[in-house]
């Protein structure tokens, strides 16, 4: 644990209505899931207040899909809780994912409908009333650059595309947290831009988004807040400029990682055959 950490023992404490009154919009205690054998949370505890851009890091099989799966009711947990604006997630789930945006990772669409009718069923779904969801439609194909695509069906769209047209489902009901697992991945650099200047607008106007992504210098640049998970635990958290300190945001989570003995006991790779 390093700087920069938020919870204490009072936090735990701390009652739902006060997370909220304290801005606190996620609050996640002693998470744990196991597969099998396999620990992959293991008593993972965050907090994520209104209004943060929050990265969630961490090696492959670290644990970060797990842990957004079980943040977003998705996943249920062997052990701890998540309460998201006040609302624990695994007592009330409906009254929870009306709250929260989620893009999940390896996402399953209904890829046989347009673009149009995928984000209409998905305000329908939220319990939004027709001509809203058809205005929003219109705006969001505008803000993701979708309008060309939105009579296609989803099926015919590329990698990038059905990221983009997943995350614009994710917004429909305008939460008041988004939660992204890797929403950049497949993405192009002009996509991109344009996604975090939504975000952005997003977060200024008070929405929340915990995202995760292996890059970085993105979280660098934008996140306001970071978590580096290893082996399912947060080995650091809080404001990207503490959790780095005085190196770079990539050197700690190497540090933190371990990352830096890969390439020992593979002399063989460089003795090349034939
Ligand atoms: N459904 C499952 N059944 C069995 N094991 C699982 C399952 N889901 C995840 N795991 C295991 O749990 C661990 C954490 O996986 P998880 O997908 O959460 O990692 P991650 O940090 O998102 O990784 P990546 O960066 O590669 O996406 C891994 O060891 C993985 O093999």
Known sequence: MVEGRAVTPLDEERSD?????????????????????????DALDLDVHAGSFYGIVGPNGAGKTTTLSMI????RPDAGSVSVNG????????????????????????DRLTGAQLLYYAGMLR???????????????????????????????????VKKVSLAAAMIHSPRILVLDEPFE?????????????????????????????????????????????EGQ????????????????????LELAGGRKAAEGMEWLHSFSG
């Open 72 to 75: 977003t009711g998705l996943l």
């Open 127 to 161: 319990g939004l009333k027709s001509d809203v969801v058809r205005s929003r439609v219109e705006d969001l194909a505008r803000a993701f650059g979708l309008e060309d695509a939105m009579g296609r069906l989803v099926s015919d769209y590329s990698a990038g595309m």
């Open 87 to 110: 609302t624990d997630v695994w007592a009330d789930p409906a009254a929870a994912k009306r709250t929260i945006g989620v893009l999940p990772d390896r996402l399953r669409v209904f």
């Open 186 to 230: 497949s993405v192009d650099p002009v996509s991109a831009a344009r996604i975090v200047e939504i975000l952005r607008t997003y977060v200024d106007n008070g929405g929340t988004v915990v995202l995760s992504s292996h890059s970085m210098d993105f979280i660098q640049r934008v996140c306001d807040h970071v978590a580096i998970i290893v």
């Open 17 to 41: 209505e006060r997370a909220v009154e304290l801005g606190t919009v996620l609050a996640v205690r002693g998470l744990t899931k196991s597969f099998g054998d396999t620990h992959a949370v």
């Open 234 to 253: 947060v080995l650091a958290a809080g404001a990207v400029e503490d959790v780095r300190g005085p190196v770079s945001l990539e050197e700690r989570f």
